[in-house]
């Protein structure tokens, strides 16, 4: 069984508690939903605690930036169970998420509460590439949460059926019904609201469980449905009744059913039937000794010892009973099995008999027409027609989409189009040589990009028109963007709006955007660079705004970037030299750091300067470190960058502060003062950066220029961690010294690269310390692990004694090669441990201020 994690909504005030969970999942939090609970995320015990109105702004902008990317928003399967899943989390009563990992937290010996402090600092850290992700409005910085998912994409995720775009994570009693909870008093039962206030006396002498908002209720040994706002929808008068259930039917549109009905099976007389919730009405008549829901709005009845298959209106689908229940395969698709054989008998939901096929030979294609995949008795494709006659055969590929009411298929190198509801072909005259589908689908229901011996253009299937006419000047037509097609011409590009129909004016380029949110097409002319806004506008894009769309140019893919930074290169060539000086705050630093990743110092300074004149302080920080740089004997000044620094922690610098701090502490172009150094070093902390910290805590954890005080280098580290500047090597230490074993053991665990973790691990197995059980062998075997990372005099002398001769762990050709180190490295042995005294005594406490000698 999987572990799982719960979620409740409480108050953080009184503790007051939403009645039912949230939700569960296995092992941790999906994907999707981690930034809704990132905000003030904190562990107390062994439970966790969020803000819940500031984690839900955190979750809107992330799913707006999956709207944007995948082109979400005017589909109604994403925004119908989103707007459902905010309004969920919005209308919950209580300010905080409470999240429960006991379930998981139990596969590990670490103790619980310290497992909540480290998944804290986990959703901390993920949280960042989240925030990183919505303000550069781009996913990839997700690349590694999304890798460890399994999905591809994240779109793959949010179309997964079960999750239904992160509402199906949720309980659905949250979000479907009223909640109404059952009491008893004398015996019987009734309904009490949220708040205790009773909806329906006791009355009834069961109330089942709610299922879609009704519970089967019970009176005197007969049986009916109740709501749970107390509506008695259809009283206790039957023998029996089923739990609630649903049926669906007519046509599908945007992923779903265009009727759906609650309903349930009842019986009277030892006869069962159908019961509609909405109406009360019998659907079926309790007429049959059993009734089974197959799918959708089909039943298996049975009569005597067949079976019929029927739907809601209690009328026969196929005339044909059966010895064994009706199965089906697919939708529309049902059979029997034939006996003796491994074929099965084949109709479709009009009754006509299709054929006798093997298992997952037939697939669907709209109206009640099939295609019969090559198999073992026919190499090429054929398609069946809903009368059960073949329509064509020899066929070489279909191709049919969900959502689409036509498909089209080829067949000796040609390409046909077919209209099923009117059974006829379409364009026949055409002579079609390759039709294209692409991505249409998204945003378009039967159009098809259709090449044609007299040329290209775009076609209404379900309509029968040209939406574009065939023109052999139109040599290739492809989707761009959402209800937009890029048609390529000799002369240039045009865009295509499936909107309005309309044909744009010729122009060299046409590509996606790299701002979604404002833009639709970027469209190029010449020397200048135009953009489609929402509002079907289009704007000249202006210098300052090269900068920021040169940031984001990751946005853009494939030709469409290749064609950007051409443009770009052109552009800067025309502007000269000087042309970051067009540049915004934002786009001119991050165009300085672009610069000095490639190493082009000269160039970076340049840029940075400007950023010095507008009294922009990352700007002042990054060039100050240029200055500071004593080995680039070029450029360095650092006179110059220390004034930078100042002026730059003047306007409030994390990162200047910090820098300040290094050059007081080591005197370098100002005079020695820890003080000083101390105090910026602070200063840093404070506003944010947690290498300040750590620097502290290495000031008094070394003892170098300040007292050696061990509590404040523990208190300065934890602060540092917090901010996501780790230093377990030394915490390991300090608690090691401090004996606090238990606190050791999490931070060895985080210790992937075995870099410091194998002395310690050593240690603790031969001691059975921190709640490891002792295993001799480990230890062995993490000591020879802690001597290749560095000389540990203790672990030298510990291998000699489990490899010595008298030890069950004798190895002589071991014992000769650490035997020789020692005396190689000058290590002293003590011969009291290799065997010369017997009586071992417990030599650890006089090694722990002098374990890690190197």
Same mark, same amino acid.
């Given at each position: 069984?999987? =572990?799982?994690?719960?979620?409740?909504?409480?108050?953080?005030?009184?503790?007051?508690?939403?009645?039912?969970?949230?939700?569960?999942?296995?092992?941790?939090?999906?994907?999707?939903?981690?930034?809704?609970?990132?905000?003030?995320?904190?562990?107390?015990?062994?439970?966790?605690?969020?803000?819940?109105?500031?984690?839900?702004?955190?979750?809107?902008?992330?799913?707006?930036? !999956?709207?944007?990317?995948?082109?979400?928003?005017?589909?109604?399967?994403?925004?119908?169970?989103?707007?459902?899943?905010?309004?969920?989390?919005?209308?919950?009563?209580?300010?905080?998420?409470?999240?429960?990992?006991?379930?998981?937290?139990?596969?590990?010996?670490?103790?619980?509460?310290?497992?909540?402090?480290?998944?804290?600092?986990?959703?901390?850290?993920?949280?960042?590439?989240?925030?990183?992700?919505?303000?550069?409005?781009?996913?990839?910085?997700?690349?590694?949460?999304?890798?460890?998912?399994?999905?591809?994409?994240?779109?793959?995720?949010?179309?997964?059926?079960?999750?239904?775009?992160?509402?199906?994570?949720?309980?659905?009693?949250?979000?479907?019904?009223?909640?109404?909870?059952?009491?008893?008093?004398?015996?019987?039962?009734?309904?009490?609201?949220?708040?205790?206030?009773?909806?329906?006396?006791?009355?009834?002498?069961?109330?089942?469980?709610?299922?879609?908002?009704?519970?089967?209720?019970?009176?005197?040994?007969?049986?009916?449905?109740?709501?749970?706002?107390?509506?008695?929808?259809?009283?206790?008068?039957?023998?029996?009744?089923? =739990?609630?259930?649903?049926?669906?039917?007519?046509?599908?549109?945007?992923?779903?059913?265009?009727?759906?009905?609650?309903?349930?099976?009842?019986?009277?007389?030892?006869?069962?039937?159908?019961?509609?919730?909405?109406?009360?009405?019998?659907?079926?008549?309790?007429?049959?000794?059993?009734?089974?829901?197959?799918?959708?709005?089909?039943?298996?009845?049975?009569?005597?010892?067949?079976?019929?298959?029927?739907?809601?209106?209690?009328?026969?689908?196929?005339?044909?009973?059966?010895?064994?229940?009706?199965?089906?395969?697919?939708?529309? !698709?049902?059979?029997?099995?034939?006996?003796?054989?491994?074929?099965?008998?084949?109709?479709?939901?009009?009754?006509?008999?299709?054929?006798?096929?093997?298992?997952?030979?037939?697939?669907?294609?709209?109206?009640?027409?099939?295609?019969?995949?090559?198999?073992?008795?026919?190499?090429?494709?054929?398609? /069946?027609?809903?009368?059960?006659?073949?329509?064509?055969?020899?066929?070489?590929?279909?191709?049919?989409?969900?959502?689409?009411?036509?498909?089209?298929?080829?067949?000796?190198?040609?390409?046909?189009?077919?209209?099923?509801?009117?059974?006829?072909?379409?364009?026949?005259?055409?002579?079609?040589?390759? /039709?294209?589908?692409?991505?249409?689908?998204?945003?378009?229901?039967?159009?098809?990009?259709?090449?044609?011996?007299?040329?290209?253009?775009?076609?209404?299937?379900?309509?029968?028109?040209?939406?574009?006419?065939?023109?052999?000047?139109?040599?290739?037509?492809?989707?761009?963007?959402?209800?937009?097609?890029?048609?390529?011409?000799?002369?240039?590009?045009?865009?295509?709006?499936?909107?309005?129909?309309?044909?744009?004016?010729?122009?060299?380029?046409?590509?996606?955007?790299?701002? =979604?949110?404002?833009?639709?097409?970027?469209?190029?002319?010449?020397?200048?660079?135009?953009?489609?806004?929402?509002?079907?506008?289009?704007?000249?894009?202006?210098?300052?705004?090269?900068?920021?769309?040169?940031?984001?140019?990751?946005?853009?893919?494939?030709?469409?970037?290749?064609?950007?930074?051409?443009?770009?290169?052109?552009?800067?060539?025309?502007?000269?030299?000087?042309?970051?000086?067009?540049?915004?705050?934002?786009?001119?630093?991050?165009?300085?750091?672009?610069?000095?990743?490639?190493?082009?110092?000269?160039?970076?300074?340049?840029?940075?300067?400007?950023?010095?004149?507008?009294?922009?302080?990352?700007?002042?920080?990054?060039?100050?470190?240029?200055?500071?740089?004593?080995?680039?004997?070029?450029?360095?000044? !650092?006179?110059?960058?220390?004034?930078?620094?100042?002026?730059?922690?003047?306007?409030?610098?994390?990162?200047?502060?910090?820098?300040?701090?290094?050059?007081?502490?080591?005197?370098?172009?100002?005079?020695?003062?820890?003080?000083?150094?101390?105090?910026?070093?602070?200063?840093?902390?404070?506003?944010?950066?947690?290498?300040?910290?750590?620097?502290?805590?290495?000031?008094?954890?070394?003892?170098?220029?300040?007292?050696?005080?061990?509590?404040?280098?523990?208190?300065?580290?934890?602060?540092?961690?917090?901010?996501?500047?780790?230093?377990?090597?030394?915490?390991?230490?300090?608690?090691?010294?401090?004996?606090?074993?238990?606190?050791?053991?999490?931070?060895?665990?985080?210790?992937?690269?075995?870099?410091?973790?194998?002395?310690?691990?050593?240690?603790?197995?031969?001691?059975?310390?921190?709640?490891?059980?002792?295993?001799?062998?480990?230890?062995?075997?993490?000591?020879?692990?802690?001597?290749? /990372?560095?000389?540990?005099?203790?672990?030298?002398?510990?291998?000699?004694?489990?490899?010595?001769?008298?030890?069950?762990?004798?190895?002589?050709?071991?014992?000769?090669?650490?035997?020789?180190?020692?005396?190689?490295?000058? /290590?002293?042995?003590? !011969?009291?441990?290799?065997?010369?005294?017997?009586?071992?005594?417990?030599?650890?406490?006089?090694?722990?201020?002098?374990?890690?000698?190197?």
């Amino acid at each position: 069984m999987a =572990h799982r994690i719960y979620i409740y909504n409480i108050d953080s005030q009184s503790g007051e508690s939403y009645p039912y969970y949230l939700g569960e999942w296995n092992y941790e939090i999906p994907p999707l939903l981690l930034p809704l609970f990132a905000s003030e995320i904190r562990a107390k015990g062994k439970l966790l605690y969020a803000n819940r109105e500031a984690g839900i702004v955190l979750l809107r902008q992330f799913y707006t930036l !999956l709207a944007d990317e995948y082109q979400l928003h005017y589909k109604k399967a994403y925004y119908e169970p989103v707007n459902q899943l905010f309004d969920l989390l919005e209308n919950l009563p209580y300010d905080t998420f409470l999240i429960d990992g006991t379930d998981v937290f139990n596969m590990n010996e670490e103790r619980k509460s310290e497992q909540a402090k480290d998944w804290v600092i986990e959703i901390q850290q993920k949280n960042k590439s989240y925030l990183k992700a919505t303000k550069s409005q781009s996913l990839k910085p997700l690349d590694s949460i999304l890798k460890a998912s399994g999905y591809q994409n994240f779109l793959e995720a949010l179309k997964t059926d079960w999750i239904n775009y992160g509402l199906g994570y949720w309980n659905e009693d949250v979000y479907k019904h009223d909640y109404a909870e059952v009491f008893t008093e004398n015996d019987v039962k009734g309904l009490k609201d949220i708040k205790g206030n009773i909806i329906t006396p006791a009355y009834y002498d069961e109330i089942s469980e709610f299922e879609d908002g009704i519970a089967v209720i019970q009176k005197n040994n007969k049986f009916g449905y109740l709501d749970t706002k107390g509506t008695e929808i259809v009283p206790p008068t039957y023998d029996d009744a089923s =739990h609630v259930f649903e049926i669906y039917y007519g046509l599908v549109s945007d992923y779903d059913y265009e009727f759906k009905h609650l309903v349930g099976c009842v019986t009277s007389d030892a006869k069962v039937g159908l019961i509609n919730m909405v109406d009360h009405q019998l659907l079926i008549p309790p007429i049959y000794e059993e009734l089974t829901h197959l799918y959708g709005n089909y039943f298996n009845a049975k009569t005597g010892s067949t079976y019929t298959l029927i739907n809601h209106k209690n009328e026969n689908v196929i005339n044909q009973d059966s010895e064994s229940p009706f199965d089906f395969d697919r939708s529309e !698709l049902f059979f029997i099995k034939i006996a003796g054989t491994s074929k099965r008998k084949y109709f479709n939901n009009r009754g006509v008999h299709i054929g006798d096929y093997l298992e997952d030979v037939l697939h669907v294609l709209p109206h009640n027409f099939f295609y019969v995949k090559p198999n073992k008795g026919n190499k090429k494709i054929e398609i /069946i027609k809903s009368d059960g006659k073949i329509l064509d055969t020899e066929i070489d590929q279909v191709i049919t989409l969900s959502n689409y009411q036509t498909f089209v298929y080829r067949k000796a190198k040609k390409w046909f189009i077919y209209n099923p509801i009117n059974e006829n072909y379409l364009k026949e005259d055409a002579n079609i040589q390759k /039709i294209e589908i692409d991505y249409l689908a998204n945003f378009f229901k039967d159009i098809y990009i259709l090449y044609t011996e007299i040329g290209n253009g775009i076609f209404d299937a379900f309509n029968n028109n040209w939406l574009l006419e065939p023109n052999a000047s139109y040599l290739k037509i492809e989707q761009l963007e959402k209800h937009f097609l890029r048609v390529h011409l000799k002369e240039g590009m045009q865009y295509w709006d499936g909107q309005t129909n309309q044909l744009s004016p010729i122009y060299e380029y046409v590509s996606e955007v790299i701002d =979604h949110h404002n833009d639709e097409l970027f469209l190029y002319q010449k020397e200048e660079l135009f953009c489609l806004d929402k509002l079907m506008k289009i704007r000249k894009i202006t210098p300052d705004e090269m900068g920021k769309c040169y940031n984001q140019k990751e946005n853009l893919r494939g030709k469409d970037l290749a064609f950007f930074l051409k443009y770009y290169t052109a552009w800067k060539s025309k502007i000269g030299t000087n042309y970051f000086h067009y540049f915004d705050n934002q786009s001119l630093y991050e165009l300085g750091l672009d610069l000095l990743k490639k190493n082009k110092i000269e160039e970076a300074i340049e840029v940075l300067k400007i950023g010095v004149q507008r009294k922009h302080p990352q700007m002042m920080t990054e060039l100050a470190m240029i200055y500071t740089d004593t080995e680039d004997q070029v450029h360095a000044n !650092l006179a110059l960058g220390l004034e930078l620094y100042e002026k730059a922690a003047k306007l409030g610098e994390k990162n200047a502060w910090n820098n300040l701090g290094y050059h007081y502490q080591n005197g370098l172009g100002c005079k020695k003062d820890i003080d000083k150094a101390v105090n910026a070093y602070t200063k840093a902390g404070e506003l944010g950066n947690g290498l300040g910290w750590a620097n502290l805590g290495d000031l008094y954890y070394h003892g170098q220029w300040v007292e050696k005080d061990e509590d404040k280098a523990l208190d300065y580290y934890l602060k540092a961690q917090k901010l996501y500047y780790f230093n377990s090597d030394k915490l390991a230490d300090i608690y090691f010294t401090k004996e606090d074993y238990k606190k050791v053991l999490p931070l060895l665990k985080k210790d992937y690269d075995e870099e410091f973790s194998p002395i310690y691990y050593a240690i603790m197995y031969e001691r059975g310390l921190g709640g490891l059980k002792i295993n001799l062998k480990k230890a062995i075997s993490y000591y020879e692990k802690a001597m290749q /990372i560095g000389v540990y005099h203790h672990a030298v002398n510990q291998l000699l004694y489990y490899y010595r001769p008298a030890s069950e762990y004798a190895d002589e050709v071991q014992f000769a090669k650490w035997y020789a180190y020692a005396e190689e490295n000058n /290590i002293e042995i003590d !011969l009291k441990i290799l065997g010369l005294d017997k009586q071992r005594k417990d030599t650890l406490g006089s090694f722990f201020k002098n374990l890690f000698k190197k």
